[in-house]
């Protein structure tokens, strides 16, 4: 059986522009970052580590622990390799894997004939050891084998998460535009938000809000998911994952340290936002309203007021949504002194409309637009009791 206090290398991937923030999350759980790349973070540990960042990190997609390496030129060279590793020793006879794979590479045409042999290496490998093989396909409620191919460099991995870690589970009814989960999260910790309070106009789904709740509260998102990947391999002891769920629910803040506002101007979309909400088991601490952004209410406490406007790209039309970004500039002078003040677009003619001086200019991408998050630091000056 898989030795799952064996130390290897461990991937967690992300989507572009996140790393630094993925980073700071993989550290913070006691693990160290090796490498910092493009698309995720570089780190050593157990399986039993992965157990720990799938439940935790927040900004993360998959999380791979690295099985094997090799030289491979062609299909034939991945499918020997890969019947190299001691997959019987991985995968029970009666459970189900998956195999996916990315490919940076010109040995083959395609991921599907990569995964394919990838496939076929395992499950040959596993009738000649035991006579038998486990069942595969493509639905993620198994185990999962993961390829990179970087030229004649193939690395197989155990995918532990199966299912991306941005589906969170809580977001069954996306509005217009929803920003992915892990974005989300990362978003509002690049805000420099960690508790107190959060003003989200423009909610939209309520993505924004319902991540700054889980990151105020100490909440796990792993803790909203009911299946992982690597409750699917041999030697899962769902006593340690008991564990380490206790473990999380004690760490628990009973309150987010202050009010977090979500507004939005579209009813349907405070509908799904609260849908959403229950769902992540945070709604009790959010007040939601239907409302123009220049109308949400601005608590005396300071915080971070975020606002994720449309920009062009996908929706809105351009003249009004000048308007509406020169209208948030007035609004964070008007009504957020005291507050650290954030726009997330993917415009940024549209933002210079804001007209205030940024503090920073953090990049994002989402899907495949470039975006940032500005912050503004509004100043005090004579805010009412600030
Ligand atoms: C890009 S979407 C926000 C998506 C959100 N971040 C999410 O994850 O679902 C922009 C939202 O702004 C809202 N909106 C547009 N104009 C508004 C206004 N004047 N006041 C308040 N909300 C407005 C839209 O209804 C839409 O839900």
């Known amino acids: 059986m898989i030795d799952w206090m064996k130390p290897a290398t461990v991937l967690v991937t992300c ?4 790393p630094p923030h993925l980073a700071r999350e993989v550290e913070g759980l006691g693990l160290p970052v090796t490498r910092q790349m493009d698309l995720g973070v570089s780190s050593e540990g157990t399986l039993t580590d992965c157990m720990r960042l799938c439940l935790h990190v927040r900004t993360g997609h998959r999380v791979l622990y690295e099985l094997a390496q090799f030289k491979a030129t062609d299909g034939e060279w991945l499918y020997r390799n890969t019947r190299k590793v001691a997959w019987e020793d991985i995968l029970p006879l009666d459970g189900y894997f998956s195999v996916s794979s990315s490919l940076n590479t010109s040995a083959v045409d395609n991921s599907m004939f990569a995964s394919l042999k990838v496939k076929d290496g395992v499950v040959d490998r596993i009738r000649n050891e035991l006579g038998s093989r486990p069942d595969c396909g493509k639905e993620s409620k198994g185990a999962a084998v993961f390829l990179h191919w970087e030229r004649d460099r193939a690395t197989l991995y155990l995918d532990c998460a199966g299912e991306p870690l941005a589906r969170r589970g809580y977001r069954v009814s996306p509005h217009t535009a929803p920003m992915q989960e892990t974005l989300s999260a990362a978003v509002v910790m690049a805000s420099g938000y960690a508790s107190g309070t959060f003003v989200n106009p423009m909610c939209g789904s309520g993505t924004l809000a319902i991540e700054a709740a889980l990151i105020a509260l100490d909440r796990a998102p792993g803790t909203l998911r009911k299946n992982f990947a690597f409750q699917h391999l041999k030697g899962y002891d769902p006593q340690v994952w008991q564990e380490l769920l206790e473990e999380e629910t004690l760490a628990h803040r009973d309150h987010p340290g202050g009010r977090i506002i979500a507004t939005d101007i579209d009813p349907k979309a405070i509908e799904a936002a609260i849908r959403n909400a229950e769902l ?3 709604a009790e601490f959010i007040e939601f309203g239907v409302c123009d952004f220049r109308e949400t209410e601005i608590p005396e406490e300071p915080g971070v007021v975020l606002l994720n406007p449309e920009y062009g ?5 351009l ?3 000048e308007d509406i970004y020169s209208g948030i500039g007035d609004f964070f002078k008007q009504s957020c002194k005291g507050y650290t003040g954030g726009v997330f677009t ?41």
């Open 319 to 321: 003249n009004e949504l």
């Open 15 to 18: 989507p572009p522009g996140i």
């Open 313 to 317: 790209k996908r929706l809105g039309n």
């Open 346 to 386: 993917g415009n940024l003619d549209l933002a210079k409309r804001v007209g205030l001086r940024t503090k920073k200019r953090i990049p994002f991408f989402n899907a495949q637009i470039e975006c940032r998050l500005l912050t503004y630091e509004l100043y005090a000056g004579t805010r009412k009791g600030a």
């Open 280 to 282: 992540a088991g945070v």
